[in-house]
């Protein structure tokens, strides 16, 4: 992931957060008791348990208090899940140095390797209706998850394995490092799929008790919040103490305990299913009924949904929007050479900068949902880009060393830009997930929605395609950064040409999230 957002506003594809496409479990498929909403007041049972001396586990007490769960083997794997989706990041810098020192690409090279390996997050519908619709060993969710994980660990053994590189020739190196890599993303994209499904079934079965589906969210995020700013730090510190080959070995225990703990998952086992009469239900449906079945038609009658949904001007127009609004190109392979090579940040560094980065983020969120979610999301979206152009041209100064020449050292300079940018960016990216849950029209909602997003990391892909494109062109090499400076210049400026298109947004554009959860 960039250390700075070249244009500031974008959103990463590993960082957007996706409602399941389609989640056909139905009730009986995760019992209640794999998810107990906290007791509201004491029963009978418990008072007698408790006269007659038997004791809560202070834990289980304690986690109760907080969250509104019960904690239960079905709630650890969960948390278990998101963290490592959050942990995985421990990879982030050790991919690039991979293909920068070990497979010696150039700036242009890595920005497209990188665009490319988001690939497999832009089509997470597909994985929504391979895991509804065929059951794997009779279960829709423990036994991918279990497939998703060994592949996963197995993917980054692989990277792990140094002697079996080293006899490859180069061209086949690349060509199997590549490979290797989409399918570790393929894995977590897996992976974060059908862990969605079934915190998106529990929310469903406790739609009479917020408590337990606010709970839920919360504990989710919170544990995906943590593996990543754990991993943003380190992903820069054990590289000053191992190999990079070392490091995927370390991470490859991640994916193994997922699939360790999908075992946890209370999945009764899927008898005599007809694929032909799926549906995908959507996140407010309390339950799935006959009526429903019929209505939606199965997986065809969703596709179709779904075409006659994006030929509607209100909702066609404002994706190309927020497509177009994502999809302006970056500069921030060539920068990191840059930053690596010119200037003589290492690892320990980059990765101190990332975990800055990752706790701003933190503080956009609370800025935004205590003062912003009043304001219209068009306002938010345009003031946003207007206020990123000054503070993505910062990276400019470091480039052309005017900064030392005011008596700015270049560490500072780096960790102020991009603590605005990156509280910023999410500021700006949250406004998104509400617009876009909002141009989802009903029956639909989670497949369009999980369209929206795939959609999403598409244009992050294409905006780093063409960051790679532009790099070429402006013959940006690992030691050649003449024209850097002009590079992240064009970069920031064509961020600013979405703002003609705002008014596609019409009026749910003109609404500030808080009315919109009125409607």
């Not at 665009?115 to 209706?129: S, V």
């Not at 660990?153 to 490979?179: C, I, K, Q």
């Not at 270049?410 to 960016?425: E, K, P, S």
Request: glycine share 8%; net charge negative.
């Amino acid at each position: 992931e960039p250390l700075f957002m070249v244009p500031p506003v974008r959103v990463g594809a590993e960082n957007t957060t996706d409602l399941v496409v389609g989640d056909l479990t139905s009730q009986s498929e995760l019992p209640e008791e794999a998810f107990p909403a906290a007791p509201k007041e004491m029963t009978t049972s418990s008072m007698e348990d408790n006269a007659s001396g038997i004791q809560e586990n202070p834990f289980n007490a304690w986690f109760r208090a907080q969250v509104g769960l019960e904690f239960t083997p079905e709630i650890a794997a969960i948390v278990t899940v998101y963290f490592v989706q959050g942990a995985l990041g421990l990879t982030r810098l050790a991919k690039t140095y991979l293909l920068k020192d070990e497979l010696h690409l150039g700036p242009a090279e890595l920005s497209a390797l990188t665009g490319a390996f988001a690939l497999p997050w832009t089509i997470k519908p597909l994985y929504g209706f391979l895991t509804d619709g065929f059951p794997l060993f009779g279960y829709r969710r423990k036994t991918y998850l279990m497939a998703a994980g060994l592949l996963g660990s197995a993917s980054y053994a692989l990277l792990s394995w140094s002697d079996l590189w080293a006899s490859f020739e180069s061209s086949t190196a690349l060509t199997g490092t590549v490979a290797v890599i989409l399918l570790a993303s393929a894995c977590v994209g897996m992976s974060d799929v059908v862990t969605d499904g079934i915190v998106v079934t529990r929310t469903r079965q406790a739609a009479n008790d917020p408590a337990v589906a606010g709970g839920l969210q919360s504990l989710c995020w919170g544990a995906s919040a943590t593996g990543s700013i754990l991993s943003s730090y380190f992903s820069g510190s054990l590289l000053e103490s191992m190999s990079v080959r070392s490091v995927f070995g370390l991470t490859a225990f991640l994916p193994l305990l997922v699939a360790m703990i999908a075992l946890q998952v209370d999945e009764k086992l899927v008898a005599g299913v007809d694929n032909s009469a799926l549906v995908i239900p959507t996140e407010g449906d309390a339950k799935l009924t006959e009526t429903s079945l019929d209505t939606n038609g199965g997986i065809q009658g969703q596709v179709s949904a779904l075409w006659e949904a994006f030929q509607q001007e209100s909702i066609w127009k404002p994706a190309l929007f927020l497509f177009l609004w994502q999809s302006t190109p970056t500069a921030d392979g060539a920068f990191f050479f840059f930053l690596n090579n010119d200037l003589g940040l290492g690892p320990e560094f980059l990765g101190r900068v990332s975990l800055v980065s990752s706790v701003a983020t933190l503080v956009g969120v609370a800025l935004y949902n205590q003062y912003l979610k009043r304001i219209p999301i068009r306002d938010i979206l345009y003031w946003s880009t207007i206020i990123s152009l000054p503070l993505g041209l910062v990276p400019v100064l470091l480039v052309t060393h005017v900064n030392q020449a005011l008596g700015i050292p270049d560490q500072a300079l780096i960790y102020g830009d991009d603590v605005f940018l990156a509280a910023l960016g999410e500021i700006a990216f949250l406004p998104t997930l509400v617009l876009a849950a909002r141009l989802c029209p009903p029956g639909i909602e989670a497949v369009l929605f999980a369209t929206l997003m795939s959609i999403f990391n598409g244009a992050s892909t294409v905006g780093t395609e063409l960051g790679a494109a532009l790099t070429k062109a402006f013959g940006i090499t690992e030691t050649n950064f003449d024209n850097l400076a002009a590079l992240l210049i064009f970069c920031n400026l064509t961020s600013l040409y979405p703002l003609l298109f705002i008014g596609w947004l019409d009026k749910l554009g003109e609404q500030s999230e808080e009315e919109l959860e009125t409607i």
